[in-house]
């Protein structure tokens, strides 16, 4: 009895494995040509290239999967009985198959991101810790003799009033604090920074070259808080945290990466602390700090007024990194002469910028006038940022931030 030239014909294959074997016809200028097909692979595929469960799966086009008796028993998960011939490779196989499932990423609770923190959050944490022994180190006012102090009790700004220094105190601790990685909160506002920054959405490692996109010297953040301690990251949590500071941060980091202009943002964010650190110790600030009764918004605003002050000079004066130590030293001298015409300017750009109008430029602060008609951030600050804030009391700090004005 003659066969059907149809039927499906079964050989044995290597290492065990059946072959299916079918014929194709195909019709070329009215001839027919038959060509075998072994699990759905041409003739252009040899046996030989096959001789293991590895390298076919390796060969197999993605069209060919579905049709692969071995792809379907690994993906089974060995659920079928094993045959005899089934081989040690095709074991192995498997095995892979298994492990390389086992990998995938998988989103739990421990892997989500850590949440922003607050300045108040942050300020909160300092308040509730027990600073005594750092207190004894600070130093939070300039020790003047003879003349000098004679001359700057009778000419010398007033002082500051008492119930305000315990706040003033609070501050200069948290500037002798260095980073801790055992502090969470010392964590999150490092993370917060660089979320706020980038506008990832995800923690990045607390060591690496990511911290230098930023505006860090090095891999290590806590090696460029000398100077200022955690103070200097507290201040650029609230530049990054308020949301009527938080625009300009991003224009100033825009601008600190300018292909020419560029500098680092965080470090001269640190700068911009010991600058104002410095102008609370020489008193500058206590006739606003009476005249609001707080020390922390008045000293958190005058960052932010001198950093908007050396962004708007930076940039109409086209300066660049190699002129930065001059630059520091001229915005010093300035916002300590000036801290009043200072925190004006602030409210001036901050004002036009909530009312939709583009901020003026400042320009050279040796020629600008005070205007008489601008507003008192002040007032608004005290009214509402003013009550966040209160001060349990204990903490402590050294002066070694005198000095050269340059980046540290």
């Known amino acids: 009895m003659e066969e059907d030239s149809g039927v499906t014909s079964h050989t044995e294959g290597l290492n065990g494995l059946s072959h299916e074997c079918k014929e194709t016809e195909e019709l070329t200028n009215g001839h027919s040509n038959h060509k075998p097909v072994i699990n759905g692979l041409g003739p252009g595929h040899s046996v030989k290239e096959h001789a293991n469960g590895s390298s076919l799966l390796k060969s197999l086009p993605i069209s060919a999967l579905?049709?692969?008796?071995?792809?379907?028993?690994l993906a089974t998960g060995?659920?079928?009985?094993k045959t005899e011939e089934e081989s040690?490779?095709?074991?192995?196989?498997?095995?892979?198959w298994e492990a390389l499932e086992s990998i995938q990423p998988v989103v739990s609770e421990e892997s989500s991101p850590t949440p922003l923190i607050s300045?108040?959050?942050?300020?909160?944490h300092f308040q509730?810790?027990?600073?005594?022994?750092?207190?004894?180190?600070?130093?939070?006012?300039?020790?003047r003799t003879g003349l000098a102090a004679i001359t700057h009790f009778l000419f010398g700004p007033p002082r500051l009033h008492r119930e305000l220094l315990e706040e003033r105190d609070l501050v200069f601790a948290i500037a002798q604090c260095s980073?801790?990685?055992?502090q969470a909160v010392h964590m999150r506002v490092l993370q917060t920074i660089y979320k706020r920054l980038t506008g990832s959405k995800q923690d990045c490692p607390r060591f690496g070259t990511h911290w230098e996109n930023v505006g860090f010297q090095g891999t290590d953040p806590a090696t460029d808080l000398r100077g200022t301690g955690f103070l200097g990251l507290m201040h650029t949590l609230y530049l990054v945290m308020d949301p009527e500071t938080l625009p300009l941060a991003r224009d100033i980091y825009k601008l600190s990466q300018h292909p020419t202009q560029n500098f680092p943002f965080c470090v001269m964010s640190i700068n911009m602390t010991r600058i104002a650190l410095h102008a609370l110790r020489e008193e500058a600030l206590s006739k606003e700090c009476n005249r609001r009764q707080q020390v922390v918004g008045v000293l958190n605003e005058f960052y932010v007024a001198t950093f908007l002050h050396l962004s708007q000079l930076w940039k109409s004066q086209q300066k660049t990194i190699s002129d930065s130590g001059f630059v520091l030293k001229e915005v010093e001298l300035f916002a300590k002469k000036n801290p009043k015409q200072m925190l004006r300017r602030l409210d001036v750009f901050l004002r036009e910028r909530r009312s939709g109008g583009a901020p003026r430029a400042s320009p050279d602060p040796a020629t600008q006038q005070p205007s008489p008609c601008l507003g008192e951030r002040g007032a608004r600050s005290e009214g509402t940022r003013g009550k966040e804030m209160h001060f349990t009391g204990v903490c402590e700090l050294t002066p070694d931030m005198e000095g050269e004005a340059r980046l540290i």
């Open 179 to 182: 980073f801790d990685n055992s």
């Open 88 to 96: 040690v490779e095709v074991e192995q196989a498997r095995e892979e």
């Open 119 to 124: 300045f108040n959050e942050a300020l909160q």
């Open 66 to 73: 579905k049709q692969n008796g071995l792809l379907q028993s």
């Open 128 to 143: 509730t810790t027990d600073l005594g022994e750092v207190l004894k180190n600070i130093q939070p006012t300039i020790r």
């Open 78 to 81: 060995g659920e079928q009985p």
